[in-house]
């Protein structure tokens, strides 16, 4: 069993910056899928980025190509999400998941796919 805990998130006004942090209690073994969610209120839950174990691959929405950079540290078991450049567009609550022991792609897969989520991070950017 695999637990996530995020934490980082905040308000700050638009242009600021924030780190979320993301640690995991328990293995996802040496392929895996770590990706960071966001769900404004009133919308669907989207990707944001990803991170793909098998040649460490990183992927991005397109809102947040440029502005987002997803990183893990392995000694931690800790996934980051460096978000800079924020836009009150950016407003939702931030979650991660994972997908252990997975030998697919992992961009675009979906989010029923994962089977550990934590318990999501505020965060609210203001104009």
């Known amino acids: 069993q695999v637990h996530l805990v995020e934490s980082g998130g905040g308000s700050v006004q638009a242009g600021g910056s924030l780190r979320l942090s993301c640690a995991a209690s328990g293995s996802l073994g040496t392929r895996y899928c770590w990706t960071w969610f966001r769900q404004a209120p009133g919308k669907e839950r989207e990707g944001v980025a990803t991170?793909?174990?098998?040649?460490?691959?990183?992927n991005y929405a397109d809102s947040v190509k440029g502005r987002f950079t997803i990183s893990i540290d392995n000694a931690k078991n800790t996934l980051y999400l460096q978000m800079n450049s924020l836009e009150p567009e950016d407003t939702a609550m931030y979650y991660c998941?994972?997908?252990?022991?997975?030998?697919?792609?992992?961009?675009?897969?979906?989010?029923?796919?994962?089977?550990?989520w934590g318990q999501g991070t505020q965060v609210t950017v203001s104009s």
């Open positions: 998941a994972a997908r252990g022991w997975y030998l697919g792609v992992c961009s675009g897969l979906p989010r029923h796919d994962y089977a550990y």
């Open positions: 991170f793909g174990s098998a040649g460490s691959v990183q």
